[in-house]
């Protein structure tokens, strides 16, 4: 099946730093990547849609100048937490889709192992 | 939005036995899985189910689209089978939106 990478998959900052995280596509070519944030013992939200070659749309209350998305390829995406804060410690998880052969092919959403982000 | 309820919330189980899972969702949609999320936090795909039945050994799936609802079996449960059932809907080249979640703790 379909298989998604995140790298790192866990990363310890200091406040103030950024931090890098990268979602890959590894056998198909995602022109949609979604981002997910979820915080302990909570369920997984939405946070971007990361569309290859344009800008990413944003939930309501995620701060676009804080999380930067970046959708240069097919099979790549970056969403880079900029000047965090221990607030923003959480694990981040990436998703695509990949649709089976034909007009009626099955859709099934893949998603990253995620990345434990912990700012001190 | 959608809406995506699951119950129960909090269930533990001994060994062996077996459980029902639920997820309701406001609308229609078709694409619905089932997600168990491990101790490391990795989601494992179950079930691709937007409507109908399927099985995958001990485990067991049923949605009704029309009543907007769907039901995850788990029969002989074992410890692994511990952690979060997520059930999460959408629909085709959109974002899922996930349910709370059931956390399940299967006792030896």
């Known amino acids: 099946g379909a298989v998604v990478s995140q790298h790192p998959s866990r990363v310890i900052c200091k406040s103030g730093t950024s931090v890098k995280i990268e979602c890959r596509s590894l056998d198909f070519q995602a022109t949609t990547m979604f981002w997910y944030r979820q915080f302990p013992k909570q369920s997984l939200m939405l946070m971007a849609t990361s569309n290859e070659g344009s800008k990413a749309t944003y939930e309501q209350g995620v701060e676009k100048d804080k999380f930067l998305i970046n959708h240069a390829s097919l099979t790549l995406s970056t969403l880079t937490v900029t000047s965090a804060h221990p607030e923003d410690s959480s694990f981040y998880i990436c998703?695509?889709?990949?649709?089976?052969?034909?007009?009626?092919?099955?859709?099934?959403?893949?998603f990253g192992p995620g990345t434990r982000l912990l700012v001190l | 939005g959608i809406q995506v309820e699951q119950s129960p919330p909090d269930l533990i189980l001994q060994e062996g036995a077996n459980s029902t899972l639920r997820c309701n969702f406001s609308d229609s949609v078709n694409n619905l899985q089932w997600f168990h999320q491990n101790p490391w936090g990795q989601l494992i795909n179950l079930f691709y189910?937007?409507?109908g039945t399927k099985q995958n050994g001990r485990l067991s799936a049923t949605t009704v689209a029309t009543e907007r609802y769907s039901l995850l079996y788990i029969s002989s449960s074992q410890t692994t089978d511990s952690g979060v059932y997520f059930c999460a809907v959408g629909n085709y080249g959109q974002n899922f939106v996930f349910g709370p979640g059931t956390r399940l703790s299967v006792l030896p």
């Open positions: 998703s695509s889709y990949s649709r089976g052969p034909g007009t009626s092919g099955v859709e099934t959403q893949y």
């Open positions: 189910i937007p409507s």
